[in-house]
């Protein structure tokens, strides 16, 4: 079996993500080939190549992938996977941009967000929110994937050795072009790849509140800070905030969830944590289901308290 992995890189490093998708290529067995795409591809080659279980790179460094838009990056890989059994991509937002409009170029079914694999053709994945698992066998002759970065165990940095190759990106069609990116920039971590993650709800009221509350116990601890949906629609934080079903998955090593009740879409995208703890007045909030440590008070006592106890 041959795997091709779509590559994700920033400032010359392979992304956590992708990481975790070589990881789930691992439980596949077989030859890996890692994808590295845009004018500043070749950079991160390097990191690409150490990388444990990677046999070959493959670097299409041209200008007309850059931003990873679909209608660029998508004939390139349907014309390498004549040469794959299965196409790897993580479950972020490129990734679930691209792979479907590869599977109808290759005009095969695509398993979306897998957290299992079972074998060459039986994979796992979470259907209802996460409340039920589904074991899906396909019988396509090539597979295109996408892997829930929070359900593997990342590939290691270090000790590979793989050859790097340069390929042909093939010729811009013009479909789509980039504009412009609105995007928050922030000194705390990313929050897909956060150890610890703060993150506030609807209770706080307010977006003064929010950075009142939340901002400073998460700067004490070095952790990356999120917000319930709810708190999104109400303005308090940017949508890139968002932890749930509709947002981002997270699965850090602790979990502060702060006047959040628990919606089943919030509890999709957080309760692979390994340690989950609950701040919440009302104490039947489906929250505490979950969490591993549950605080029930009033948040604006409680929240500063904490903060500068630490």
């Known amino acids: 079996m041959k795997i091709l992995v779509l590559g994700e890189h920033h400032e010359g490093a392979v992304k956590d ?8 290529a691992a439980k596949l067995g077989g030859e890996t080939h890692l994808l590295l795409i845009g004018s500043d591809a070749q950079g ?23 931003h990873e838009l679909a209608e660029s990056v998508a004939p390139l890989l349907a014309q390498l996977m004549e040469s794959y059994d299965v196409l ?21 079914m695509q398993i979306s967000d897998i957290v299992g694999v079972e074998g060459d053709d039986t994979f796992q994945r979470p259907i209802y929110a996460g409340n039920a698992i589904a074991t899906v066998r396909s019988k396509d002759a090539k597979k295109v994937i996408t892997v829930r ?30 504009v412009s990116m ?6 705390r971590p990313e929050l897909t790849s956060a150890k ?30 999120g917000a319930s949906r709810a708190a999104v629609d109400a303005g308090y934080v940017p949508n890139d905030y968002q932890v749930g079903q509709t947002g981002k998955i997270v699965a850090p090593e602790l979990y502060i969830a702060i006047g959040i009740s ?7 995208g957080m309760k692979d944590s390994k340690v989950i703890v609950a701040i919440n007045k009302d104490e039947e909030a489906p929250i505490f289901q979950v969490a591993d440590v549950g605080l029930v008070g009033d948040l604006f006592k409680l929240v500063p308290e904490l903060t500068e106890k630490l």
């Open 17 to 24: 993500s992708t990481l975790a998708t070589l990881g789930a």
């Open 44 to 66: 991160a080659s390097a990191d690409a190549a150490a990388i444990g279980g990677v046999s070959k790179v493959l670097v299409a460094a041209d200008a007309a992938l850059d």
């Open 149 to 178: 970065g929070t359900a593997f165990t990342k590939a290691e940095r270090g000790g590979g050795s793989a050859a790097v190759e340069s390929v042909e990106a093939g010729a811009a069609n013009g479909l789509s072009s980039f």
């Open 196 to 225: 610890i993650i703060v993150s506030g709800g609807r209770a706080l009221g307010s977006g003064d509140a929010f950075h009142q509350y939340i901002e400073p116990l998460a700067d004490k601890l070095g952790a990356a800070v």
């Open 88 to 108: 790897l991509a993580s479950s972020t937002t490129t990734g679930r941009n691209v792979a479907p409009r590869v599977a109808a170029m290759l005009d095969v």
């Open 262 to 268: 628990g919606a089943i879409q919030h509890l999709a």
């Open 182 to 187: 609105d995007a928050s920039e922030s000194e």
